[in-house]
């Protein structure tokens, strides 16, 4: 007898009433969440209905991973079921998701009455993404006259990048881009925006400067460009030019002092 009345009650609880067949809410997610960021959405429940007490407590929150092509499609048509979680408040509320093992792709949050699979809310379809990084350097360096300044900049809102972030220098073409591989590698400075000064001694040709990140065990690279190391042209020496006017075509001019004015007419004639 207890057993019966227990399943009684289990499927009294998943029920939906008449009461709360009139339910709604509505979900507003970012549009863009980078891997590593806290991620927080925001509910409310919408409309006039009138709930019993602490009637939300039944109700769940599921976050979906979208497949590709299926975007807003419900829970069965095999969407994958991120977390599942309760709402906290009656009325409305910020949630913080934490723990989440993150994966590139679009996600959803929807809400569900009353532990059944009656779907009231659909936020909208949001992208989870790596960070990126923009990385700016000039197109030529010549050795000797500068250093290699290389700018970037991350997209993080709330965060600093983590501390093992790092840039590697390949020669242009190189595909085996591990830090073994790389001629110099660097650890990019604890902020989100900056500049690098790379010494470019030693370095001729093309080059490709990759940023990378690490994600649990493996580099993504998140940023990239391209410079080219040309050595300065050595200074031609300098040529004395000889005169090729014959001895007779070269003039030759005598200063002294003028003692009359005769004499100052003459001076002034050899001069013109």
């Known amino acids: 007898d207890e057993m019966f009345w227990k399943a009684i009650g289990t499927i009294k609880s998943e029920s939906v009433s008449e009461r709360d067949s009139a339910v709604r809410a509505a979900i507003a997610c970012p549009e863009v969440v980078v891997i590593g960021e806290p991620f927080w959405f925001t509910y409310r429940y919408t ?8 009637s939300h407590e039944s109700d769940w929150i599921g976050l979906y991973r979208i497949k590709e092509g299926e975007k807003g499609a419900r829970n069965e048509d095999n969407n994958t079921l991120v977390g599942r979680f309760r709402p906290p408040d009656g009325t409305s509320a910020e949630v913080q998701l934490r723990h989440i093992v993150w994966q590139p792709g679009e996600y959803q949050v929807r809400m569900f009455l009353v532990n059944s699979d009656t779907c009231i809310a659909k936020g909208n379809v949001f992208t989870v993404k790596y960070a990126s990084a923009t990385l700016e350097c000039p197109d030529e360096i010549v ?8 700018r970037y900049t991350l997209d993080y809102r709330v965060l600093l990048h983590p501390k093992t972030d790092w840039l590697g220098i390949f020669p242009k073409g190189e595909r085996f881009l591990t830090p073994h591989h790389a001629v110099h590698t660097v650890q990019v400075p604890p902020k989100n925006l900056g500049t690098i000064s790379i010494d470019p001694h030693g370095f001729e040709g093309a ?5 990378f990140q690490q994600y649990e065990d493996r580099n993504v690279i998140i940023g990239h460009c391209e410079t080219t190391f040309t050595p300065k042209p050595p200074q031609a020496p300098q040529k004395f030019v000889k005169s090729s006017k014959p001895p007779s075509e070269l003039r030759f001019v005598k200063f002294y002092v003028a003692g009359s004015y005769q004499d100052m007419a003459e001076e002034h004639a050899l001069l013109l």
Request: proline residues 5%; without cysteine; glycine residues 10%.
């Open 47 to 54: 409309g006039e209905e009138r709930r019993l007490p602490g």
């Open 143 to 150: 050795v000797e006259e500068s250093a290699l300044e290389v």
């Open 207 to 211: 080059y490709q400067i990759v940023y």
